[in-house]
């Protein structure tokens, strides 16, 4: 075959597009990719300026798009410290120097992701594919090591925006998925607005994401119930920060005279009698079943206030090397009854990997003389009138985890925050289980030692909220509900099918080469 038809067969290369310089140079996606880091970080509680989450990701994509590989990563690293540092501030309680070093350890889930995206940006569609790859980064992320730490997802912004529907259909993951979607879009739409002949596919973004959210706003959150009439106990703790627990008696003491005064206003006529009561975590750390006066100052208060009362407490394991974080079913006739284990304990919080090396290494360890030991079973408690699906703190960050307890007539959050008491920790876990409350259509009660408690509806709306730092009684009547959403009956499905669809596309960017070919990251 001669040259001249093999030439005619080649595939010319497509035009470069003629992006704006401040695309094209290295030093302005850098800058790009830096600011995208704090702009999320500004959509999260405490600020929840939620349309950021999408400008974010918008400045992010425009960063990575056509660079090689090896410049996505570094360019992805970059945004993922300027995200995390500020998100992750409330964890500088327990030092800075942790605080630091599990933002930078978060940071590096973004370099892979990164350089994932840089490949697909050249593929048709690409910002499907970076969607995909923004739900993947999140699944590995809330998955290794340790379990993960899904904490400061995209989903987790947008806990009262238009999105938050999507939730009801694909749990958290989808949420993030069209999120990043969004976000794409708009990058697409800047990039395609100065290119020759790109008006119209800059409007095709745009309107893109306005159907998107558009058709959030259709999806259908339903919230009827059958009513029940519940309470949740905020008793306080002496002080806030490490030594909140300092003193134990304290802080049960103060949660069992909330309850005595819940049961004074009940018979003043003052709130009707709920059908249920829940107290925090950690409301009792001298365990009860081995301590006779924390037993009987609890006894007492249940059986003031005449209904069961769900009991955070911490007590002894089967071995002397372990404790338990459960959560007790208390019967004002009968006492303790059924209980749940806390079953995703925090590492190196609750209990400590490398024990023997990082104890003599660390010294602020040694507040953790013995680990938490993990429950085996999902918290499917029977709760006077209802089944409550029982997540403890950090749980309510795991899709799993709640997932298996979804069944339940309404979910519970038991949880102390007092070591990360204002600053944004405790807004940002109450976002989760608003999210929550819609992914699952069930109403979440939050028991919080010294705040923030909450009841939310299964709309995600609050039905009440407490201060920090302060004792606070909260009664409501709220919706029981056995209905299933979408969202429970795929699962995990969908987060898994969106993440391989995101690494497929990049084998496919990189089969054809795709990261060797750029030109414009050249200043990078």
């Known amino acids: 075959m001669t040259q001249q038809a093999l030439a005619g067969r080649e595939r010319p290369d497509p035009p470069t597009p003629r992006y704006p310089a401040w695309v094209r140079g290295g030093r302005a996606r850098a800058a790009a990719a ?102 993947a980064q999140e699944l590995v992320r809330g998955r290794v090591p340790f379990g993960g730490f899904p904490w400061a997802r995209l989903a987790f912004a947008q806990t009262d925006s238009p999105l938050t529907p999507y939730a009801a259909l694909g749990g958290a993951p989808l949420v993030t998925f069209v999120v990043a979607l969004c976000g794409a879009l708009l990058a697409l739409a800047v990039l395609r607005a100065r290119a020759p ?62 309850t005595h005064e819940l049961a004074a206003r009940i018979r003043a006529g003052a709130v009707p009698r709920p059908e249920l009561v829940v107290w925090p975590e950690n409301s009792s750390d001298l365990d009860p079943y081995t301590d006779p006066t924390a037993r009987a100052l609890i006894d007492g208060a249940v059986r003031a206030v005449g209904v069961p009362v769900l009991v955070g407490a911490v007590v002894d394991a089967a071995d002397p090397d372990h404790v338990e974080n459960r959560g007790i079913v208390w019967d004002p006739h009968t006492g303790p009854g059924e209980y749940y284990v806390k079953r995703h304990p925090v590492p190196f919080g609750e209990y400590l990997p490398f024990r023997d090396a990082l104890t003599r290494l660390i010294t602020r360890f040694e507040r953790i003389p013995r680990d938490f030991a993990r429950g085996a079973r999902p918290g499917l408690l029977r709760l006077g009138p209802v089944t409550a699906g029982d997540v403890i703190c950090f749980e309510v960050a795991y899709d799993g985890v709640v997932r298996d307890v979804a069944s339940a007539d309404l979910l519970v959050v038991q949880t102390n925050n007092a070591t990360y008491g204002r ?39 609050m039905i009440d909220k407490s201060g920090e730092f302060v004792p606070d009684i909260q009664v409501a009547r709220v919706q029981a509900r056995t209905s299933r959403t979408i969202a429970d009956r795929v699962g995990a499905f969908p987060e898994w099918v969106l993440a391989l669809l995101g690494l497929a596309a990049v084998a496919v960017a990189a089969r054809r080469g795709a990261g060797g070919t750029g030109r414009e990251d050249e200043e990078a």
Request: contains cysteine; glycine residues 10%.
């Open 197 to 258: 002949g790109g008006a119209r596919t800059a409007g095709l973004a745009v309107a893109a994401v306005a159907a998107v959210t558009a058709a959030g706003l259709a999806i259908p959150v339903p919230t009827a119930g059958r009513p029940v009439t519940v309470a949740v106990i905020q008793g306080n703790v002496p002080r806030l920060g490490l030594d909140f627990n300092s003193q134990r008696q304290a802080v049960l003491d103060n949660h069992v005279a909330r």
């Open 34 to 135: 830096v600011a995208a880091g704090p702009v999320m970080s500004a959509a999260l509680p405490p600020w929840d300026l939620w349309p950021l989450t999408l400008v974010g990701v918008a400045l992010l994509a425009l960063a990575l798009h056509g660079t090689r590989a090896r410049t996505g990563a570094w360019l992805g690293l970059l945004c993922g410290a300027a995200f995390f540092l500020p998100s992750l501030h409330g964890i500088a309680q327990i030092g800075p120097d942790a605080w630091v070093l599990l933002s930078l350890v978060q940071a590096l889930y973004f370099a892979p992701m990164g350089a994932g995206i840089a490949l697909a940006s050249r593929l048709p569609a690409w910002p499907v594919w970076t969607a995909a790859l923004w739900t």
């Open 423 to 461: 600053t944004g920790m405790p807004a940002q876990q109450l976002a989760m289980s608003r999210l929550r409350a819609v992914e699952h259509g069930r109403t979440i009660l939050v028991a919080a030692t010294s705040g923030i408690s909450a009841i939310v509806a299964p709309d995600g709306r």
